[in-house]
């Protein structure tokens, strides 16, 4: 079965600093991955997806995620964190079996940008 | 904005009640997603609708049923409500729905209280 997890439910960095949010994922076949954003009282916002190809993925809004096949690891980085970041992130992998493609989404991480 | 409509935003409603939640997808998708998000279960796919043909179920209810219209949009209906059912319910779509590289766009969601 497809999931993924995000370890830290809250991660809080200081404005300006970098910021990594974590999400390590367990498929079977080729892992696709995608990162979500969602502000508060608003849908889901695509920000980048892995396929294949080079291991960093650069997505919306300055963020990029370094896929890591040894590791089972899609980390989203930024390397200069900004207020207007602060946001619940989701990450999500496809469905690899012939029923459906729908997305397993992690638990969520809360991110704070501290000014 | 992905282009993405849902109707109503919010939704208020008494127990044992039934409800009908309205998605439009982006223009040229075929494929229209429901997700429910909730603070104990987190966000999970419910089912897939790809030009009007069921595609996949996931953790959806007998008491909640959708479909797809020729026009593309989908209605979600959920009914004999219970408190439980209180939650935020999202759609998204896509251009197929078949690729699993596909991505998916969500809505601002419907948030349904049930009292």
């Known amino acids: 079965a497809q999931s993924v997890a995000q370890p830290e439910d809250q991660v809080n960095v200081a404005e300006g600093n970098p910021l990594t949010v974590k999400c390590t994922y367990s498929?079977?076949?080729?892992?696709?991955l995608f990162w979500y954003v969602q502000y508060p009282n608003r849908g889901l916002q695509f920000l980048l997806k892995?396929?294949?190809?080079?291991?960093l993925v650069k997505g919306s809004y300055g963020f990029e995620a370094e896929f890591n096949k040894s590791q089972t690891s899609f980390h989203l980085k930024k390397p200069s964190a900004l207020v207007s970041d602060s946001a619940l992130y989701f990450c999500?992998?496809?469905?690899?079996?012939?029923?459906?493609?729908?997305?397993?989404f992690g638990t969520g991480t809360s991110l704070t940008v501290i000014p | 904005d992905s282009g993405v409509t849902q109707t109503p935003k919010h939704l208020i409603t008494a127990t044992g009640q039934r409800v009908t939640l309205r998605c439009s997808p982006r223009?040229?998708?075929?494929?229209v997603y429901w997700y429910q998000q909730s603070l104990d279960q987190g966000l999970q796919f419910l089912i897939q609708?790809?030009?009007?043909?069921?595609?996949a179920k996931g953790n959806i209810l007998e008491r909640f049923s959708a479909q797809q219209f020729p026009d593309l949009h989908s209605e979600l209906n959920l009914s004999s409500l219970e408190l439980g059912d209180s939650a935020l319910y999202f759609c998204?779509?896509?251009?197929?729905?078949?690729?699993?590289?596909?991505?998916?766009?969500f809505g601002p969601g419907t948030r349904l209280t049930v009292l």
């Open positions: 892995y396929i294949t190809g080079d291991n």
């Open positions: 498929v079977s076949g080729n892992p696709y």
């Open positions: 223009s040229g998708d075929l494929s």
């Open positions: 609708y790809y030009n009007g043909e069921e595609r």
């Open positions: 998204a779509s896509s251009v197929q729905g078949l690729a699993r590289t596909d991505t998916q766009y």
């Open positions: 999500a992998v496809r469905d690899n079996t012939n029923t459906g493609n729908q997305f397993y």
